[in-house]
């Protein structure tokens, strides 16, 4: 991996360029920035050596014809803003979204590793990370103990050997989220001993606990949580912080909470502000046309924390709860030269963006886009098999309901299955997931997806196995095949065409498109689904969580319908 730390010949160097024998690479001249240790504005001046901070304080450097001087009279300078729990590859891939976020002022990321680890084998996966870690831009990682669904091979893909190694690696924060905690709080010794491991080399665990008790808080610290980001009301984030939990508030596409919950804290005055963190969770691509981590710090504003706190909550509070901050979210010697500049304390969207000692932004004008990386190590969804009419077998006694975008229950099926097309006149559609590979299928109905489609295909899942949902069995296999031409993507087929595409050429799951032509592809996408019907809150959560058994009440999996509150199976996956 990339050793985060400065080679000594760059030390040495440094060193001269405080003592005045060598002139730095960038010099911040009369700046007024934020201390997150004096909690106070200072001024300054902010002299930078490559991707390092060599020096922040009164003192003048040398300056010579290699140094770039800026003026930051009448600016506000404040730490890069750190996303602490990023799920990187919601449609977007990790290079894309830092791409964008970075715009508005969002420089650090802590992210899932849930794709690379399903998809790749450690080395490759690692090689990933390298990459990623060479961009102007800091990515950090967490790593699973559990898939956050029923896997035919779980206990193969999650053992002592790979989650160690992702757990051995410097970039590797934190362990979790703590998806599967049922089966810990049961007596789960593996899952207890990477949390172990974990805290043995001084890592955080994050937990994923909606509305858990007062017990099962206290019975998951002693178990060795850190931290959750799931308080959906004011007393969930005051109980948190009564047994010493990490509280992380949440603004998502399915869940924004995050105004209410600090206005809740605001008028209980609560001053807790400096052990509050802030997460746009994995939020789908059209929801950060606001912003990333810049969104939540104008929430915070709006919602009445004083202007330091809010800004902190974005920074400083987050490197110093993950022990990171002699790197991150603080102006000061030796950190990384992550720095946004602001024109006014009121608007946090930065007008000009250093990264790593690089600008991306100057001036309000995007200067430089981060690299791209090599692809090339994920595989591509090869489907080297055909459908048959057998697949489209609909016989179920019950199918799942939707209750919400990310919610689903059984319900009895009240359709004749074995028509080729199901009426529109009802919302019974027929849902197939199906084996990437070929192997096994799936099949029910679900109830509530859009009463109006008639074929869709997605390769975007939790698992990236093939979810088929449609009334029309011919446009089902439509779509299919369209998803297999493209290598993955999810499409939409009505009278035997196609009528939208969201290609996803990275493994089948995430897009190769800057986030801004993203966006309108997602934006097009949800459009069409609502035209036919769709009428929840974010029809890309649903694909992701229709697997889910974090959530209740009966998902599809790879083992076939199981039953999330009582840990069964209640019909087994067909072998094709």
């Known amino acids: 991996m990339v050793n985060p730390l400065w080679k000594n010949t760059e030390i040495r160097n440094q060193l001269k360029i405080v003592t005045k024998e060598v002139a730095p690479d960038l010099v911040l001249t009369n700046a007024t920035y934020l201390h997150g240790i004096f909690k106070k504005w200072v001024t300054g001046n902010i002299w930078i050596s490559n991707d390092r901070i060599v020096y922040a304080g009164k003192e003048m450097p040398k300056i010579d014809a290699s140094t770039e001087v800026a003026d930051m009279t009448d600016k506000f300078i404040v730490p890069g803003y750190i996303e602490p729990h990023v799920h990187p590859s919601q449609l977007y891939n990790p290079q894309s979204f830092a791409d964008y976020a970075a715009q508005g002022g969002t420089t650090m990321f802590l992210s899932d590793n849930l794709t690379f680890f399903l998809a790749l084998d450690n080395e490759k996966a690692f090689s990933l990370l390298d990459q990623l870690a060479e961009l102007p831009f800091s990515f950090y990682w967490w790593t699973r103990f559990d898939s956050q ?34 089966k810990l709080m049961a007596g789960d010794d593996q899952m207890l001993y990477w949390i172990q491991k974990a805290k043995m080399g001084l890592k955080k665990i994050e937990g994923h606990f909606p509305g858990a008790s007062e017990k099962t808080l206290a019975r998951m610290r002693l178990l060795g949580a850190d931290g959750d980001h ?75 924390v004083p202007p ?3 800004y902190m909550m974005a920074s400083y509070n987050v490197a110093r709860y993950y022990n990171v901050t002699s790197l991150h979210g603080l102006i000061a010697t030796g950190r990384y030269a992550n720095l946004n500049i ?50 489209f077998q609909f016989s179920m006694p019950f199918g799942i309901e939707m209750v919400n975008d990310v919610i689903t229950k059984p319900y009895s099926v009240s359709v004749d299955s074995h028509d080729s097309d199901l009426s529109k006149l009802h919302d019974e559609s027929f849902l197939m997931l199906i084996d990437k590979k070929g192997k096994w299928r799936v099949n029910t109905l679900i109830k509530g997806f859009a009463p109006g489609l008639d074929g869709f295909a997605s390769s975007y899942t939790n698992t990236g196995d093939i979810i088929l949902i449609g009334k029309s069995r011919k446009d089902m296999w439509i779509a299919f095949n369209e998803l297999k ?62 697997q889910a058994t974090h959530l209740p009440y009966v998902r599809v999996t790879q083992k076939g319908i199981y039953d999330v509150m009582n840990k069964k199976i209640l019909f087994p996956a067909f072998m094709r």
Request: hydrophobic share 40%; with cysteine.
């Open 342 to 391: 602001l024109d006014t304390l009121e608007n946090p969207v930065p007008s000009g963006v250093i990264s790593k000692g690089v600008w991306l932004k100057r001036d309000g004008e995007k200067v430089q886009s981060l690299p791209n990386i090599d692809w090339s190590i994920l595989p591509d969804l090869d489907i080297d098999y055909e459908l048959t009419d057998d697949d």
């Open 485 to 546: 031409r493209l290598k993955g993507g999810i499409i939409l087929a009505e009278n035997g065409e196609i009528v939208q595409t969201l290609p996803l050429p990275y493994g089948g799951v995430m897009s190769d498109l800057p986030m801004e032509q993203l966006i309108e592809q997602e934006k097009a996408l949800k459009k069409a689904l609502k035209e036919r019907g769709y009428k929840h809150g974010d029809a890309v959560y649903t694909l992701l969580f229709l």
């Open 149 to 182: 669904t029923e896997l035919n091979d779980e206990d193969k893909l999650f053992t002592s050997t790979s989650v160690g190694e992702w757990l051995d690696r410097q970039d590797v924060l934190l362990g979790g989220e703590l998806t599967g905690w049922p």
């Open 308 to 310: 330091i706190d809010a």
């Open 230 to 304: 799931e308080a959906m009301t004011v007393d969930e984030v005051e109980m948190r912080l009564l047994h010493g939990y990490g509280v992380t508030l949440r603004h998502s596409s399915i869940r924004p909470d995050l105004p209410d919950l600090l206005k809740g804290i605001v008028e209980r005055d609560l001053n807790v502000f400096d052990k509050l963190m802030m997460t746009t969770d994995g939020s789908t691509p059209a929801f950060h046309l606001d912003g990333v981590m810049d969104l939540c710090i104008k929430i915070a504003l709006e919602a009445g």
